[in-house]
């Protein structure tokens, strides 16, 4: 089956810098990708999302970028701050069939 | 005014019981799911029901059996309750399923003793 994966369990940041989180996907077509953000205690909130058509993609504070070339996805937090301390899952959807979620990366930010 | 919910919030039984949880979503989609999250916070669909019918059935044992009376509901019920099936169980839902936001529940802890 397929497989999300993420290079990196846990990442400590100093508030104020950038973050950067990645995912490395397996299914190549794979079409659409969301991050999620999970805080302690409660369900995964969506932050943004990048369809294959495309390579970049930016919100408020955070920009996914994906490289198909390598099936690589990666979120980047702009100026890092204590409520960005949570758990980010990418995951990836294949053809409208249903999403699988990468095992998490763990960010703590220190103030 | 919450968007997906579910009840219990935690869940503390004895093996070999039989449980639910309910979830419902006030949101006006089409598909609801069911999540397992295991406590290296690995998250794994398990069930996916559009208008009631079931789209998606992974492979999860036959003492899990979801239940929608409605499109706005979907509950899971548990049978003969294994120390295996401790986790966080999220449901969540998406307008028509498929390339779509899903927007999850609170969770409901389940701690099998």
């Known amino acids: 089956g397929e497989s999300v994966g993420l290079h990196l369990p846990t990442l400590s940041v100093q508030e104020g810098d950038n973050s950067i989180i990645n995912c490395a996907y397996s299914n190549s077509a794979s079409d659409y990708f969301i991050w999620y953000k999970q805080e302690s205690g409660k369900g995964p909130q969506f932050i943004i999302d990048?369809?294959?058509?495309?390579d970049k993609r930016q919100g408020q504070r955070v920009t996914v970028l994906l490289n198909k070339t390598v099936k690589h996805l990666s979120l980047q937090i702009a100026a890092t701050q204590p409520g960005d301390s949570a758990v980010y899952f990418c995951?990836?959807?294949?053809?409208?069939?249903?999403?699988?979620f990468g095992t998490g990366t763990s960010l703590t930010v220190i103030p | 005014d919450t968007a997906v919910s579910q009840t219990p919030k935690y869940l503390v039984t004895q093996m070999g019981n039989d449980k639910s949880i309910k979830c419902e979503q006030n949101l006006g989609h089409d598909t609801m799911y069911w999540y397992k999250q295991d406590s290296k916070k690995f998250l794994k669909i398990m069930f996916s029901y559009n208008n009631k019918e079931l789209i998606i059935n992974e492979t999860v044992p036959n003492r899990f059996s979801p239940k929608s009376p409605d499109k706005a509901h979907l509950n899971l019920h548990i049978n003969s309750l294994e120390l295996g099936d401790s986790a966080v169980y999220f449901c969540?839902?998406?307008?028509?399923?498929?390339?779509?936001?899903?927007?999850f529940g609170p969770g409901t802890r389940l701690l099998v003793l």
């Open positions: 990048i369809r294959s058509n495309m």
């Open positions: 995951a990836e959807n294949t053809a409208g069939n249903q999403f699988y």
């Open positions: 969540a839902s998406s307008q028509r399923g498929g390339l779509e936001t899903q927007y």
